[in-house]
């Protein structure tokens, strides 16, 4: 693996270029037999919410990648944003802001924040340029019940013989720590909320993997079925005033900007032929 969160197709393909990317790769080579390993990944969320014309450049460098996307129940996601945010923002008084139902909503508005937990319009926006076949699609409480036939079926995607000795032995011996200081519970409107905003989205997205996550749509349904009157009229007038001109605005300036973007990327990266997809896998 590469070192993490490179964020090379969305950001440094246009400041770092495609020979900065490679370099990550290089020392790749195995500890038993020293030999060169075939197979090389790395992970980097902001991918999610790559729009199309930079999924085709993607797709114009690498067009054999193997690609993992690993969904969570995007009310839980958003939280475990929010935690994340406050953890790393380095201001006192995190379990306060936990509870400030402002400076919640706030973060969740915002467009990439939002954008995240649209996993239809991920999943679309990146089997349209590589395919379904080219697309592993994983939930993330599989990660947790079942981590090692989660990674076994990961391997066995990108093309490797899954040892599970192995895979039990180095989760036993490797422990990831959890910095976020925010422990708080969610409050009833806030879960009430991201589950309206989230729930015709997720159905559509429940449709398109053929039920992968009913149980999600499930929960929302009975969160929104169990809201008052109010909460509704609180929600459609926050929509109405804040959420909605936002998403507008940037459906808007998205294409000009995107076009930008990669317009630059592309002329940082001399070295895109057809070739370039069996450099590295």
């Known amino acids: 693996m590469a070192p993490k969160e490179p964020s090379f197709f969305n950001y440094n393909c246009r400041q770092k270029g495609l020979g900065w990317y490679l370099q990550l790769f290089e020392g790749s080579i195995d500890s038993v037999t020293d030999e060169r390993v075939d197979v090389r990944g790395e992970i980097s969320p902001n991918y999610a919410v790559m729009r199309p014309r930079e999924v085709r450049l993607a797709h114009d460098l690498f067009p054999d990648l193997d690609l993992i996307l690993i969904v969570r129940h995007p009310v839980d996601r958003m939280w475990s944003a929010l935690r994340r945010h406050w953890t790393f923002s380095y201001l006192d008084g995190v379990g306060e802001i936990g509870t400030d139902e402002a400076c919640i909503l706030d973060y969740a508005d915002q467009y990439l924040s939002d954008a995240f937990g649209d996993y239809r319009r991920i999943y679309k926006n990146w089997a349209t340029v590589f395919g379904s076949d080219q697309i592993l699609l994983l939930r993330f409480e599989r990660l947790r019940s079942d981590p090692d036939e989660t990674l076994a079926r990961i391997l066995k995607f990108v093309g490797v013989d899954p040892d599970l000795e192995w895979i ?114």
């Open 168 to 281: 039990r032995s180095y989760r036993e011996s490797t422990s990831v720590p959890n910095r976020s200081k925010a422990d708080v519970d969610m409050p009833a409107y806030i879960r009430y909320y991201l589950a309206r905003r989230y729930l015709n989205r997720t159905k559509k997205f429940n449709v398109l993997t053929d039920g992968l996550v009913q149980d999600w749509v499930d929960d929302m349904e009975a969160c929104v079925s169990e809201a008052s009157s109010i909460w509704e009229a609180r929600y459609q007038l926050r929509s109405t005033v804040r959420y909605r001109p936002v998403q507008w605005a940037h459906r808007l300036l998205d294409p000009v900007r995107m076009w930008w973007k990669v317009k630059r990327a592309r002329e940082n990266l001399p070295e895109i032929t057809t070739d370039v997809g069996s450099v590295e896998k």
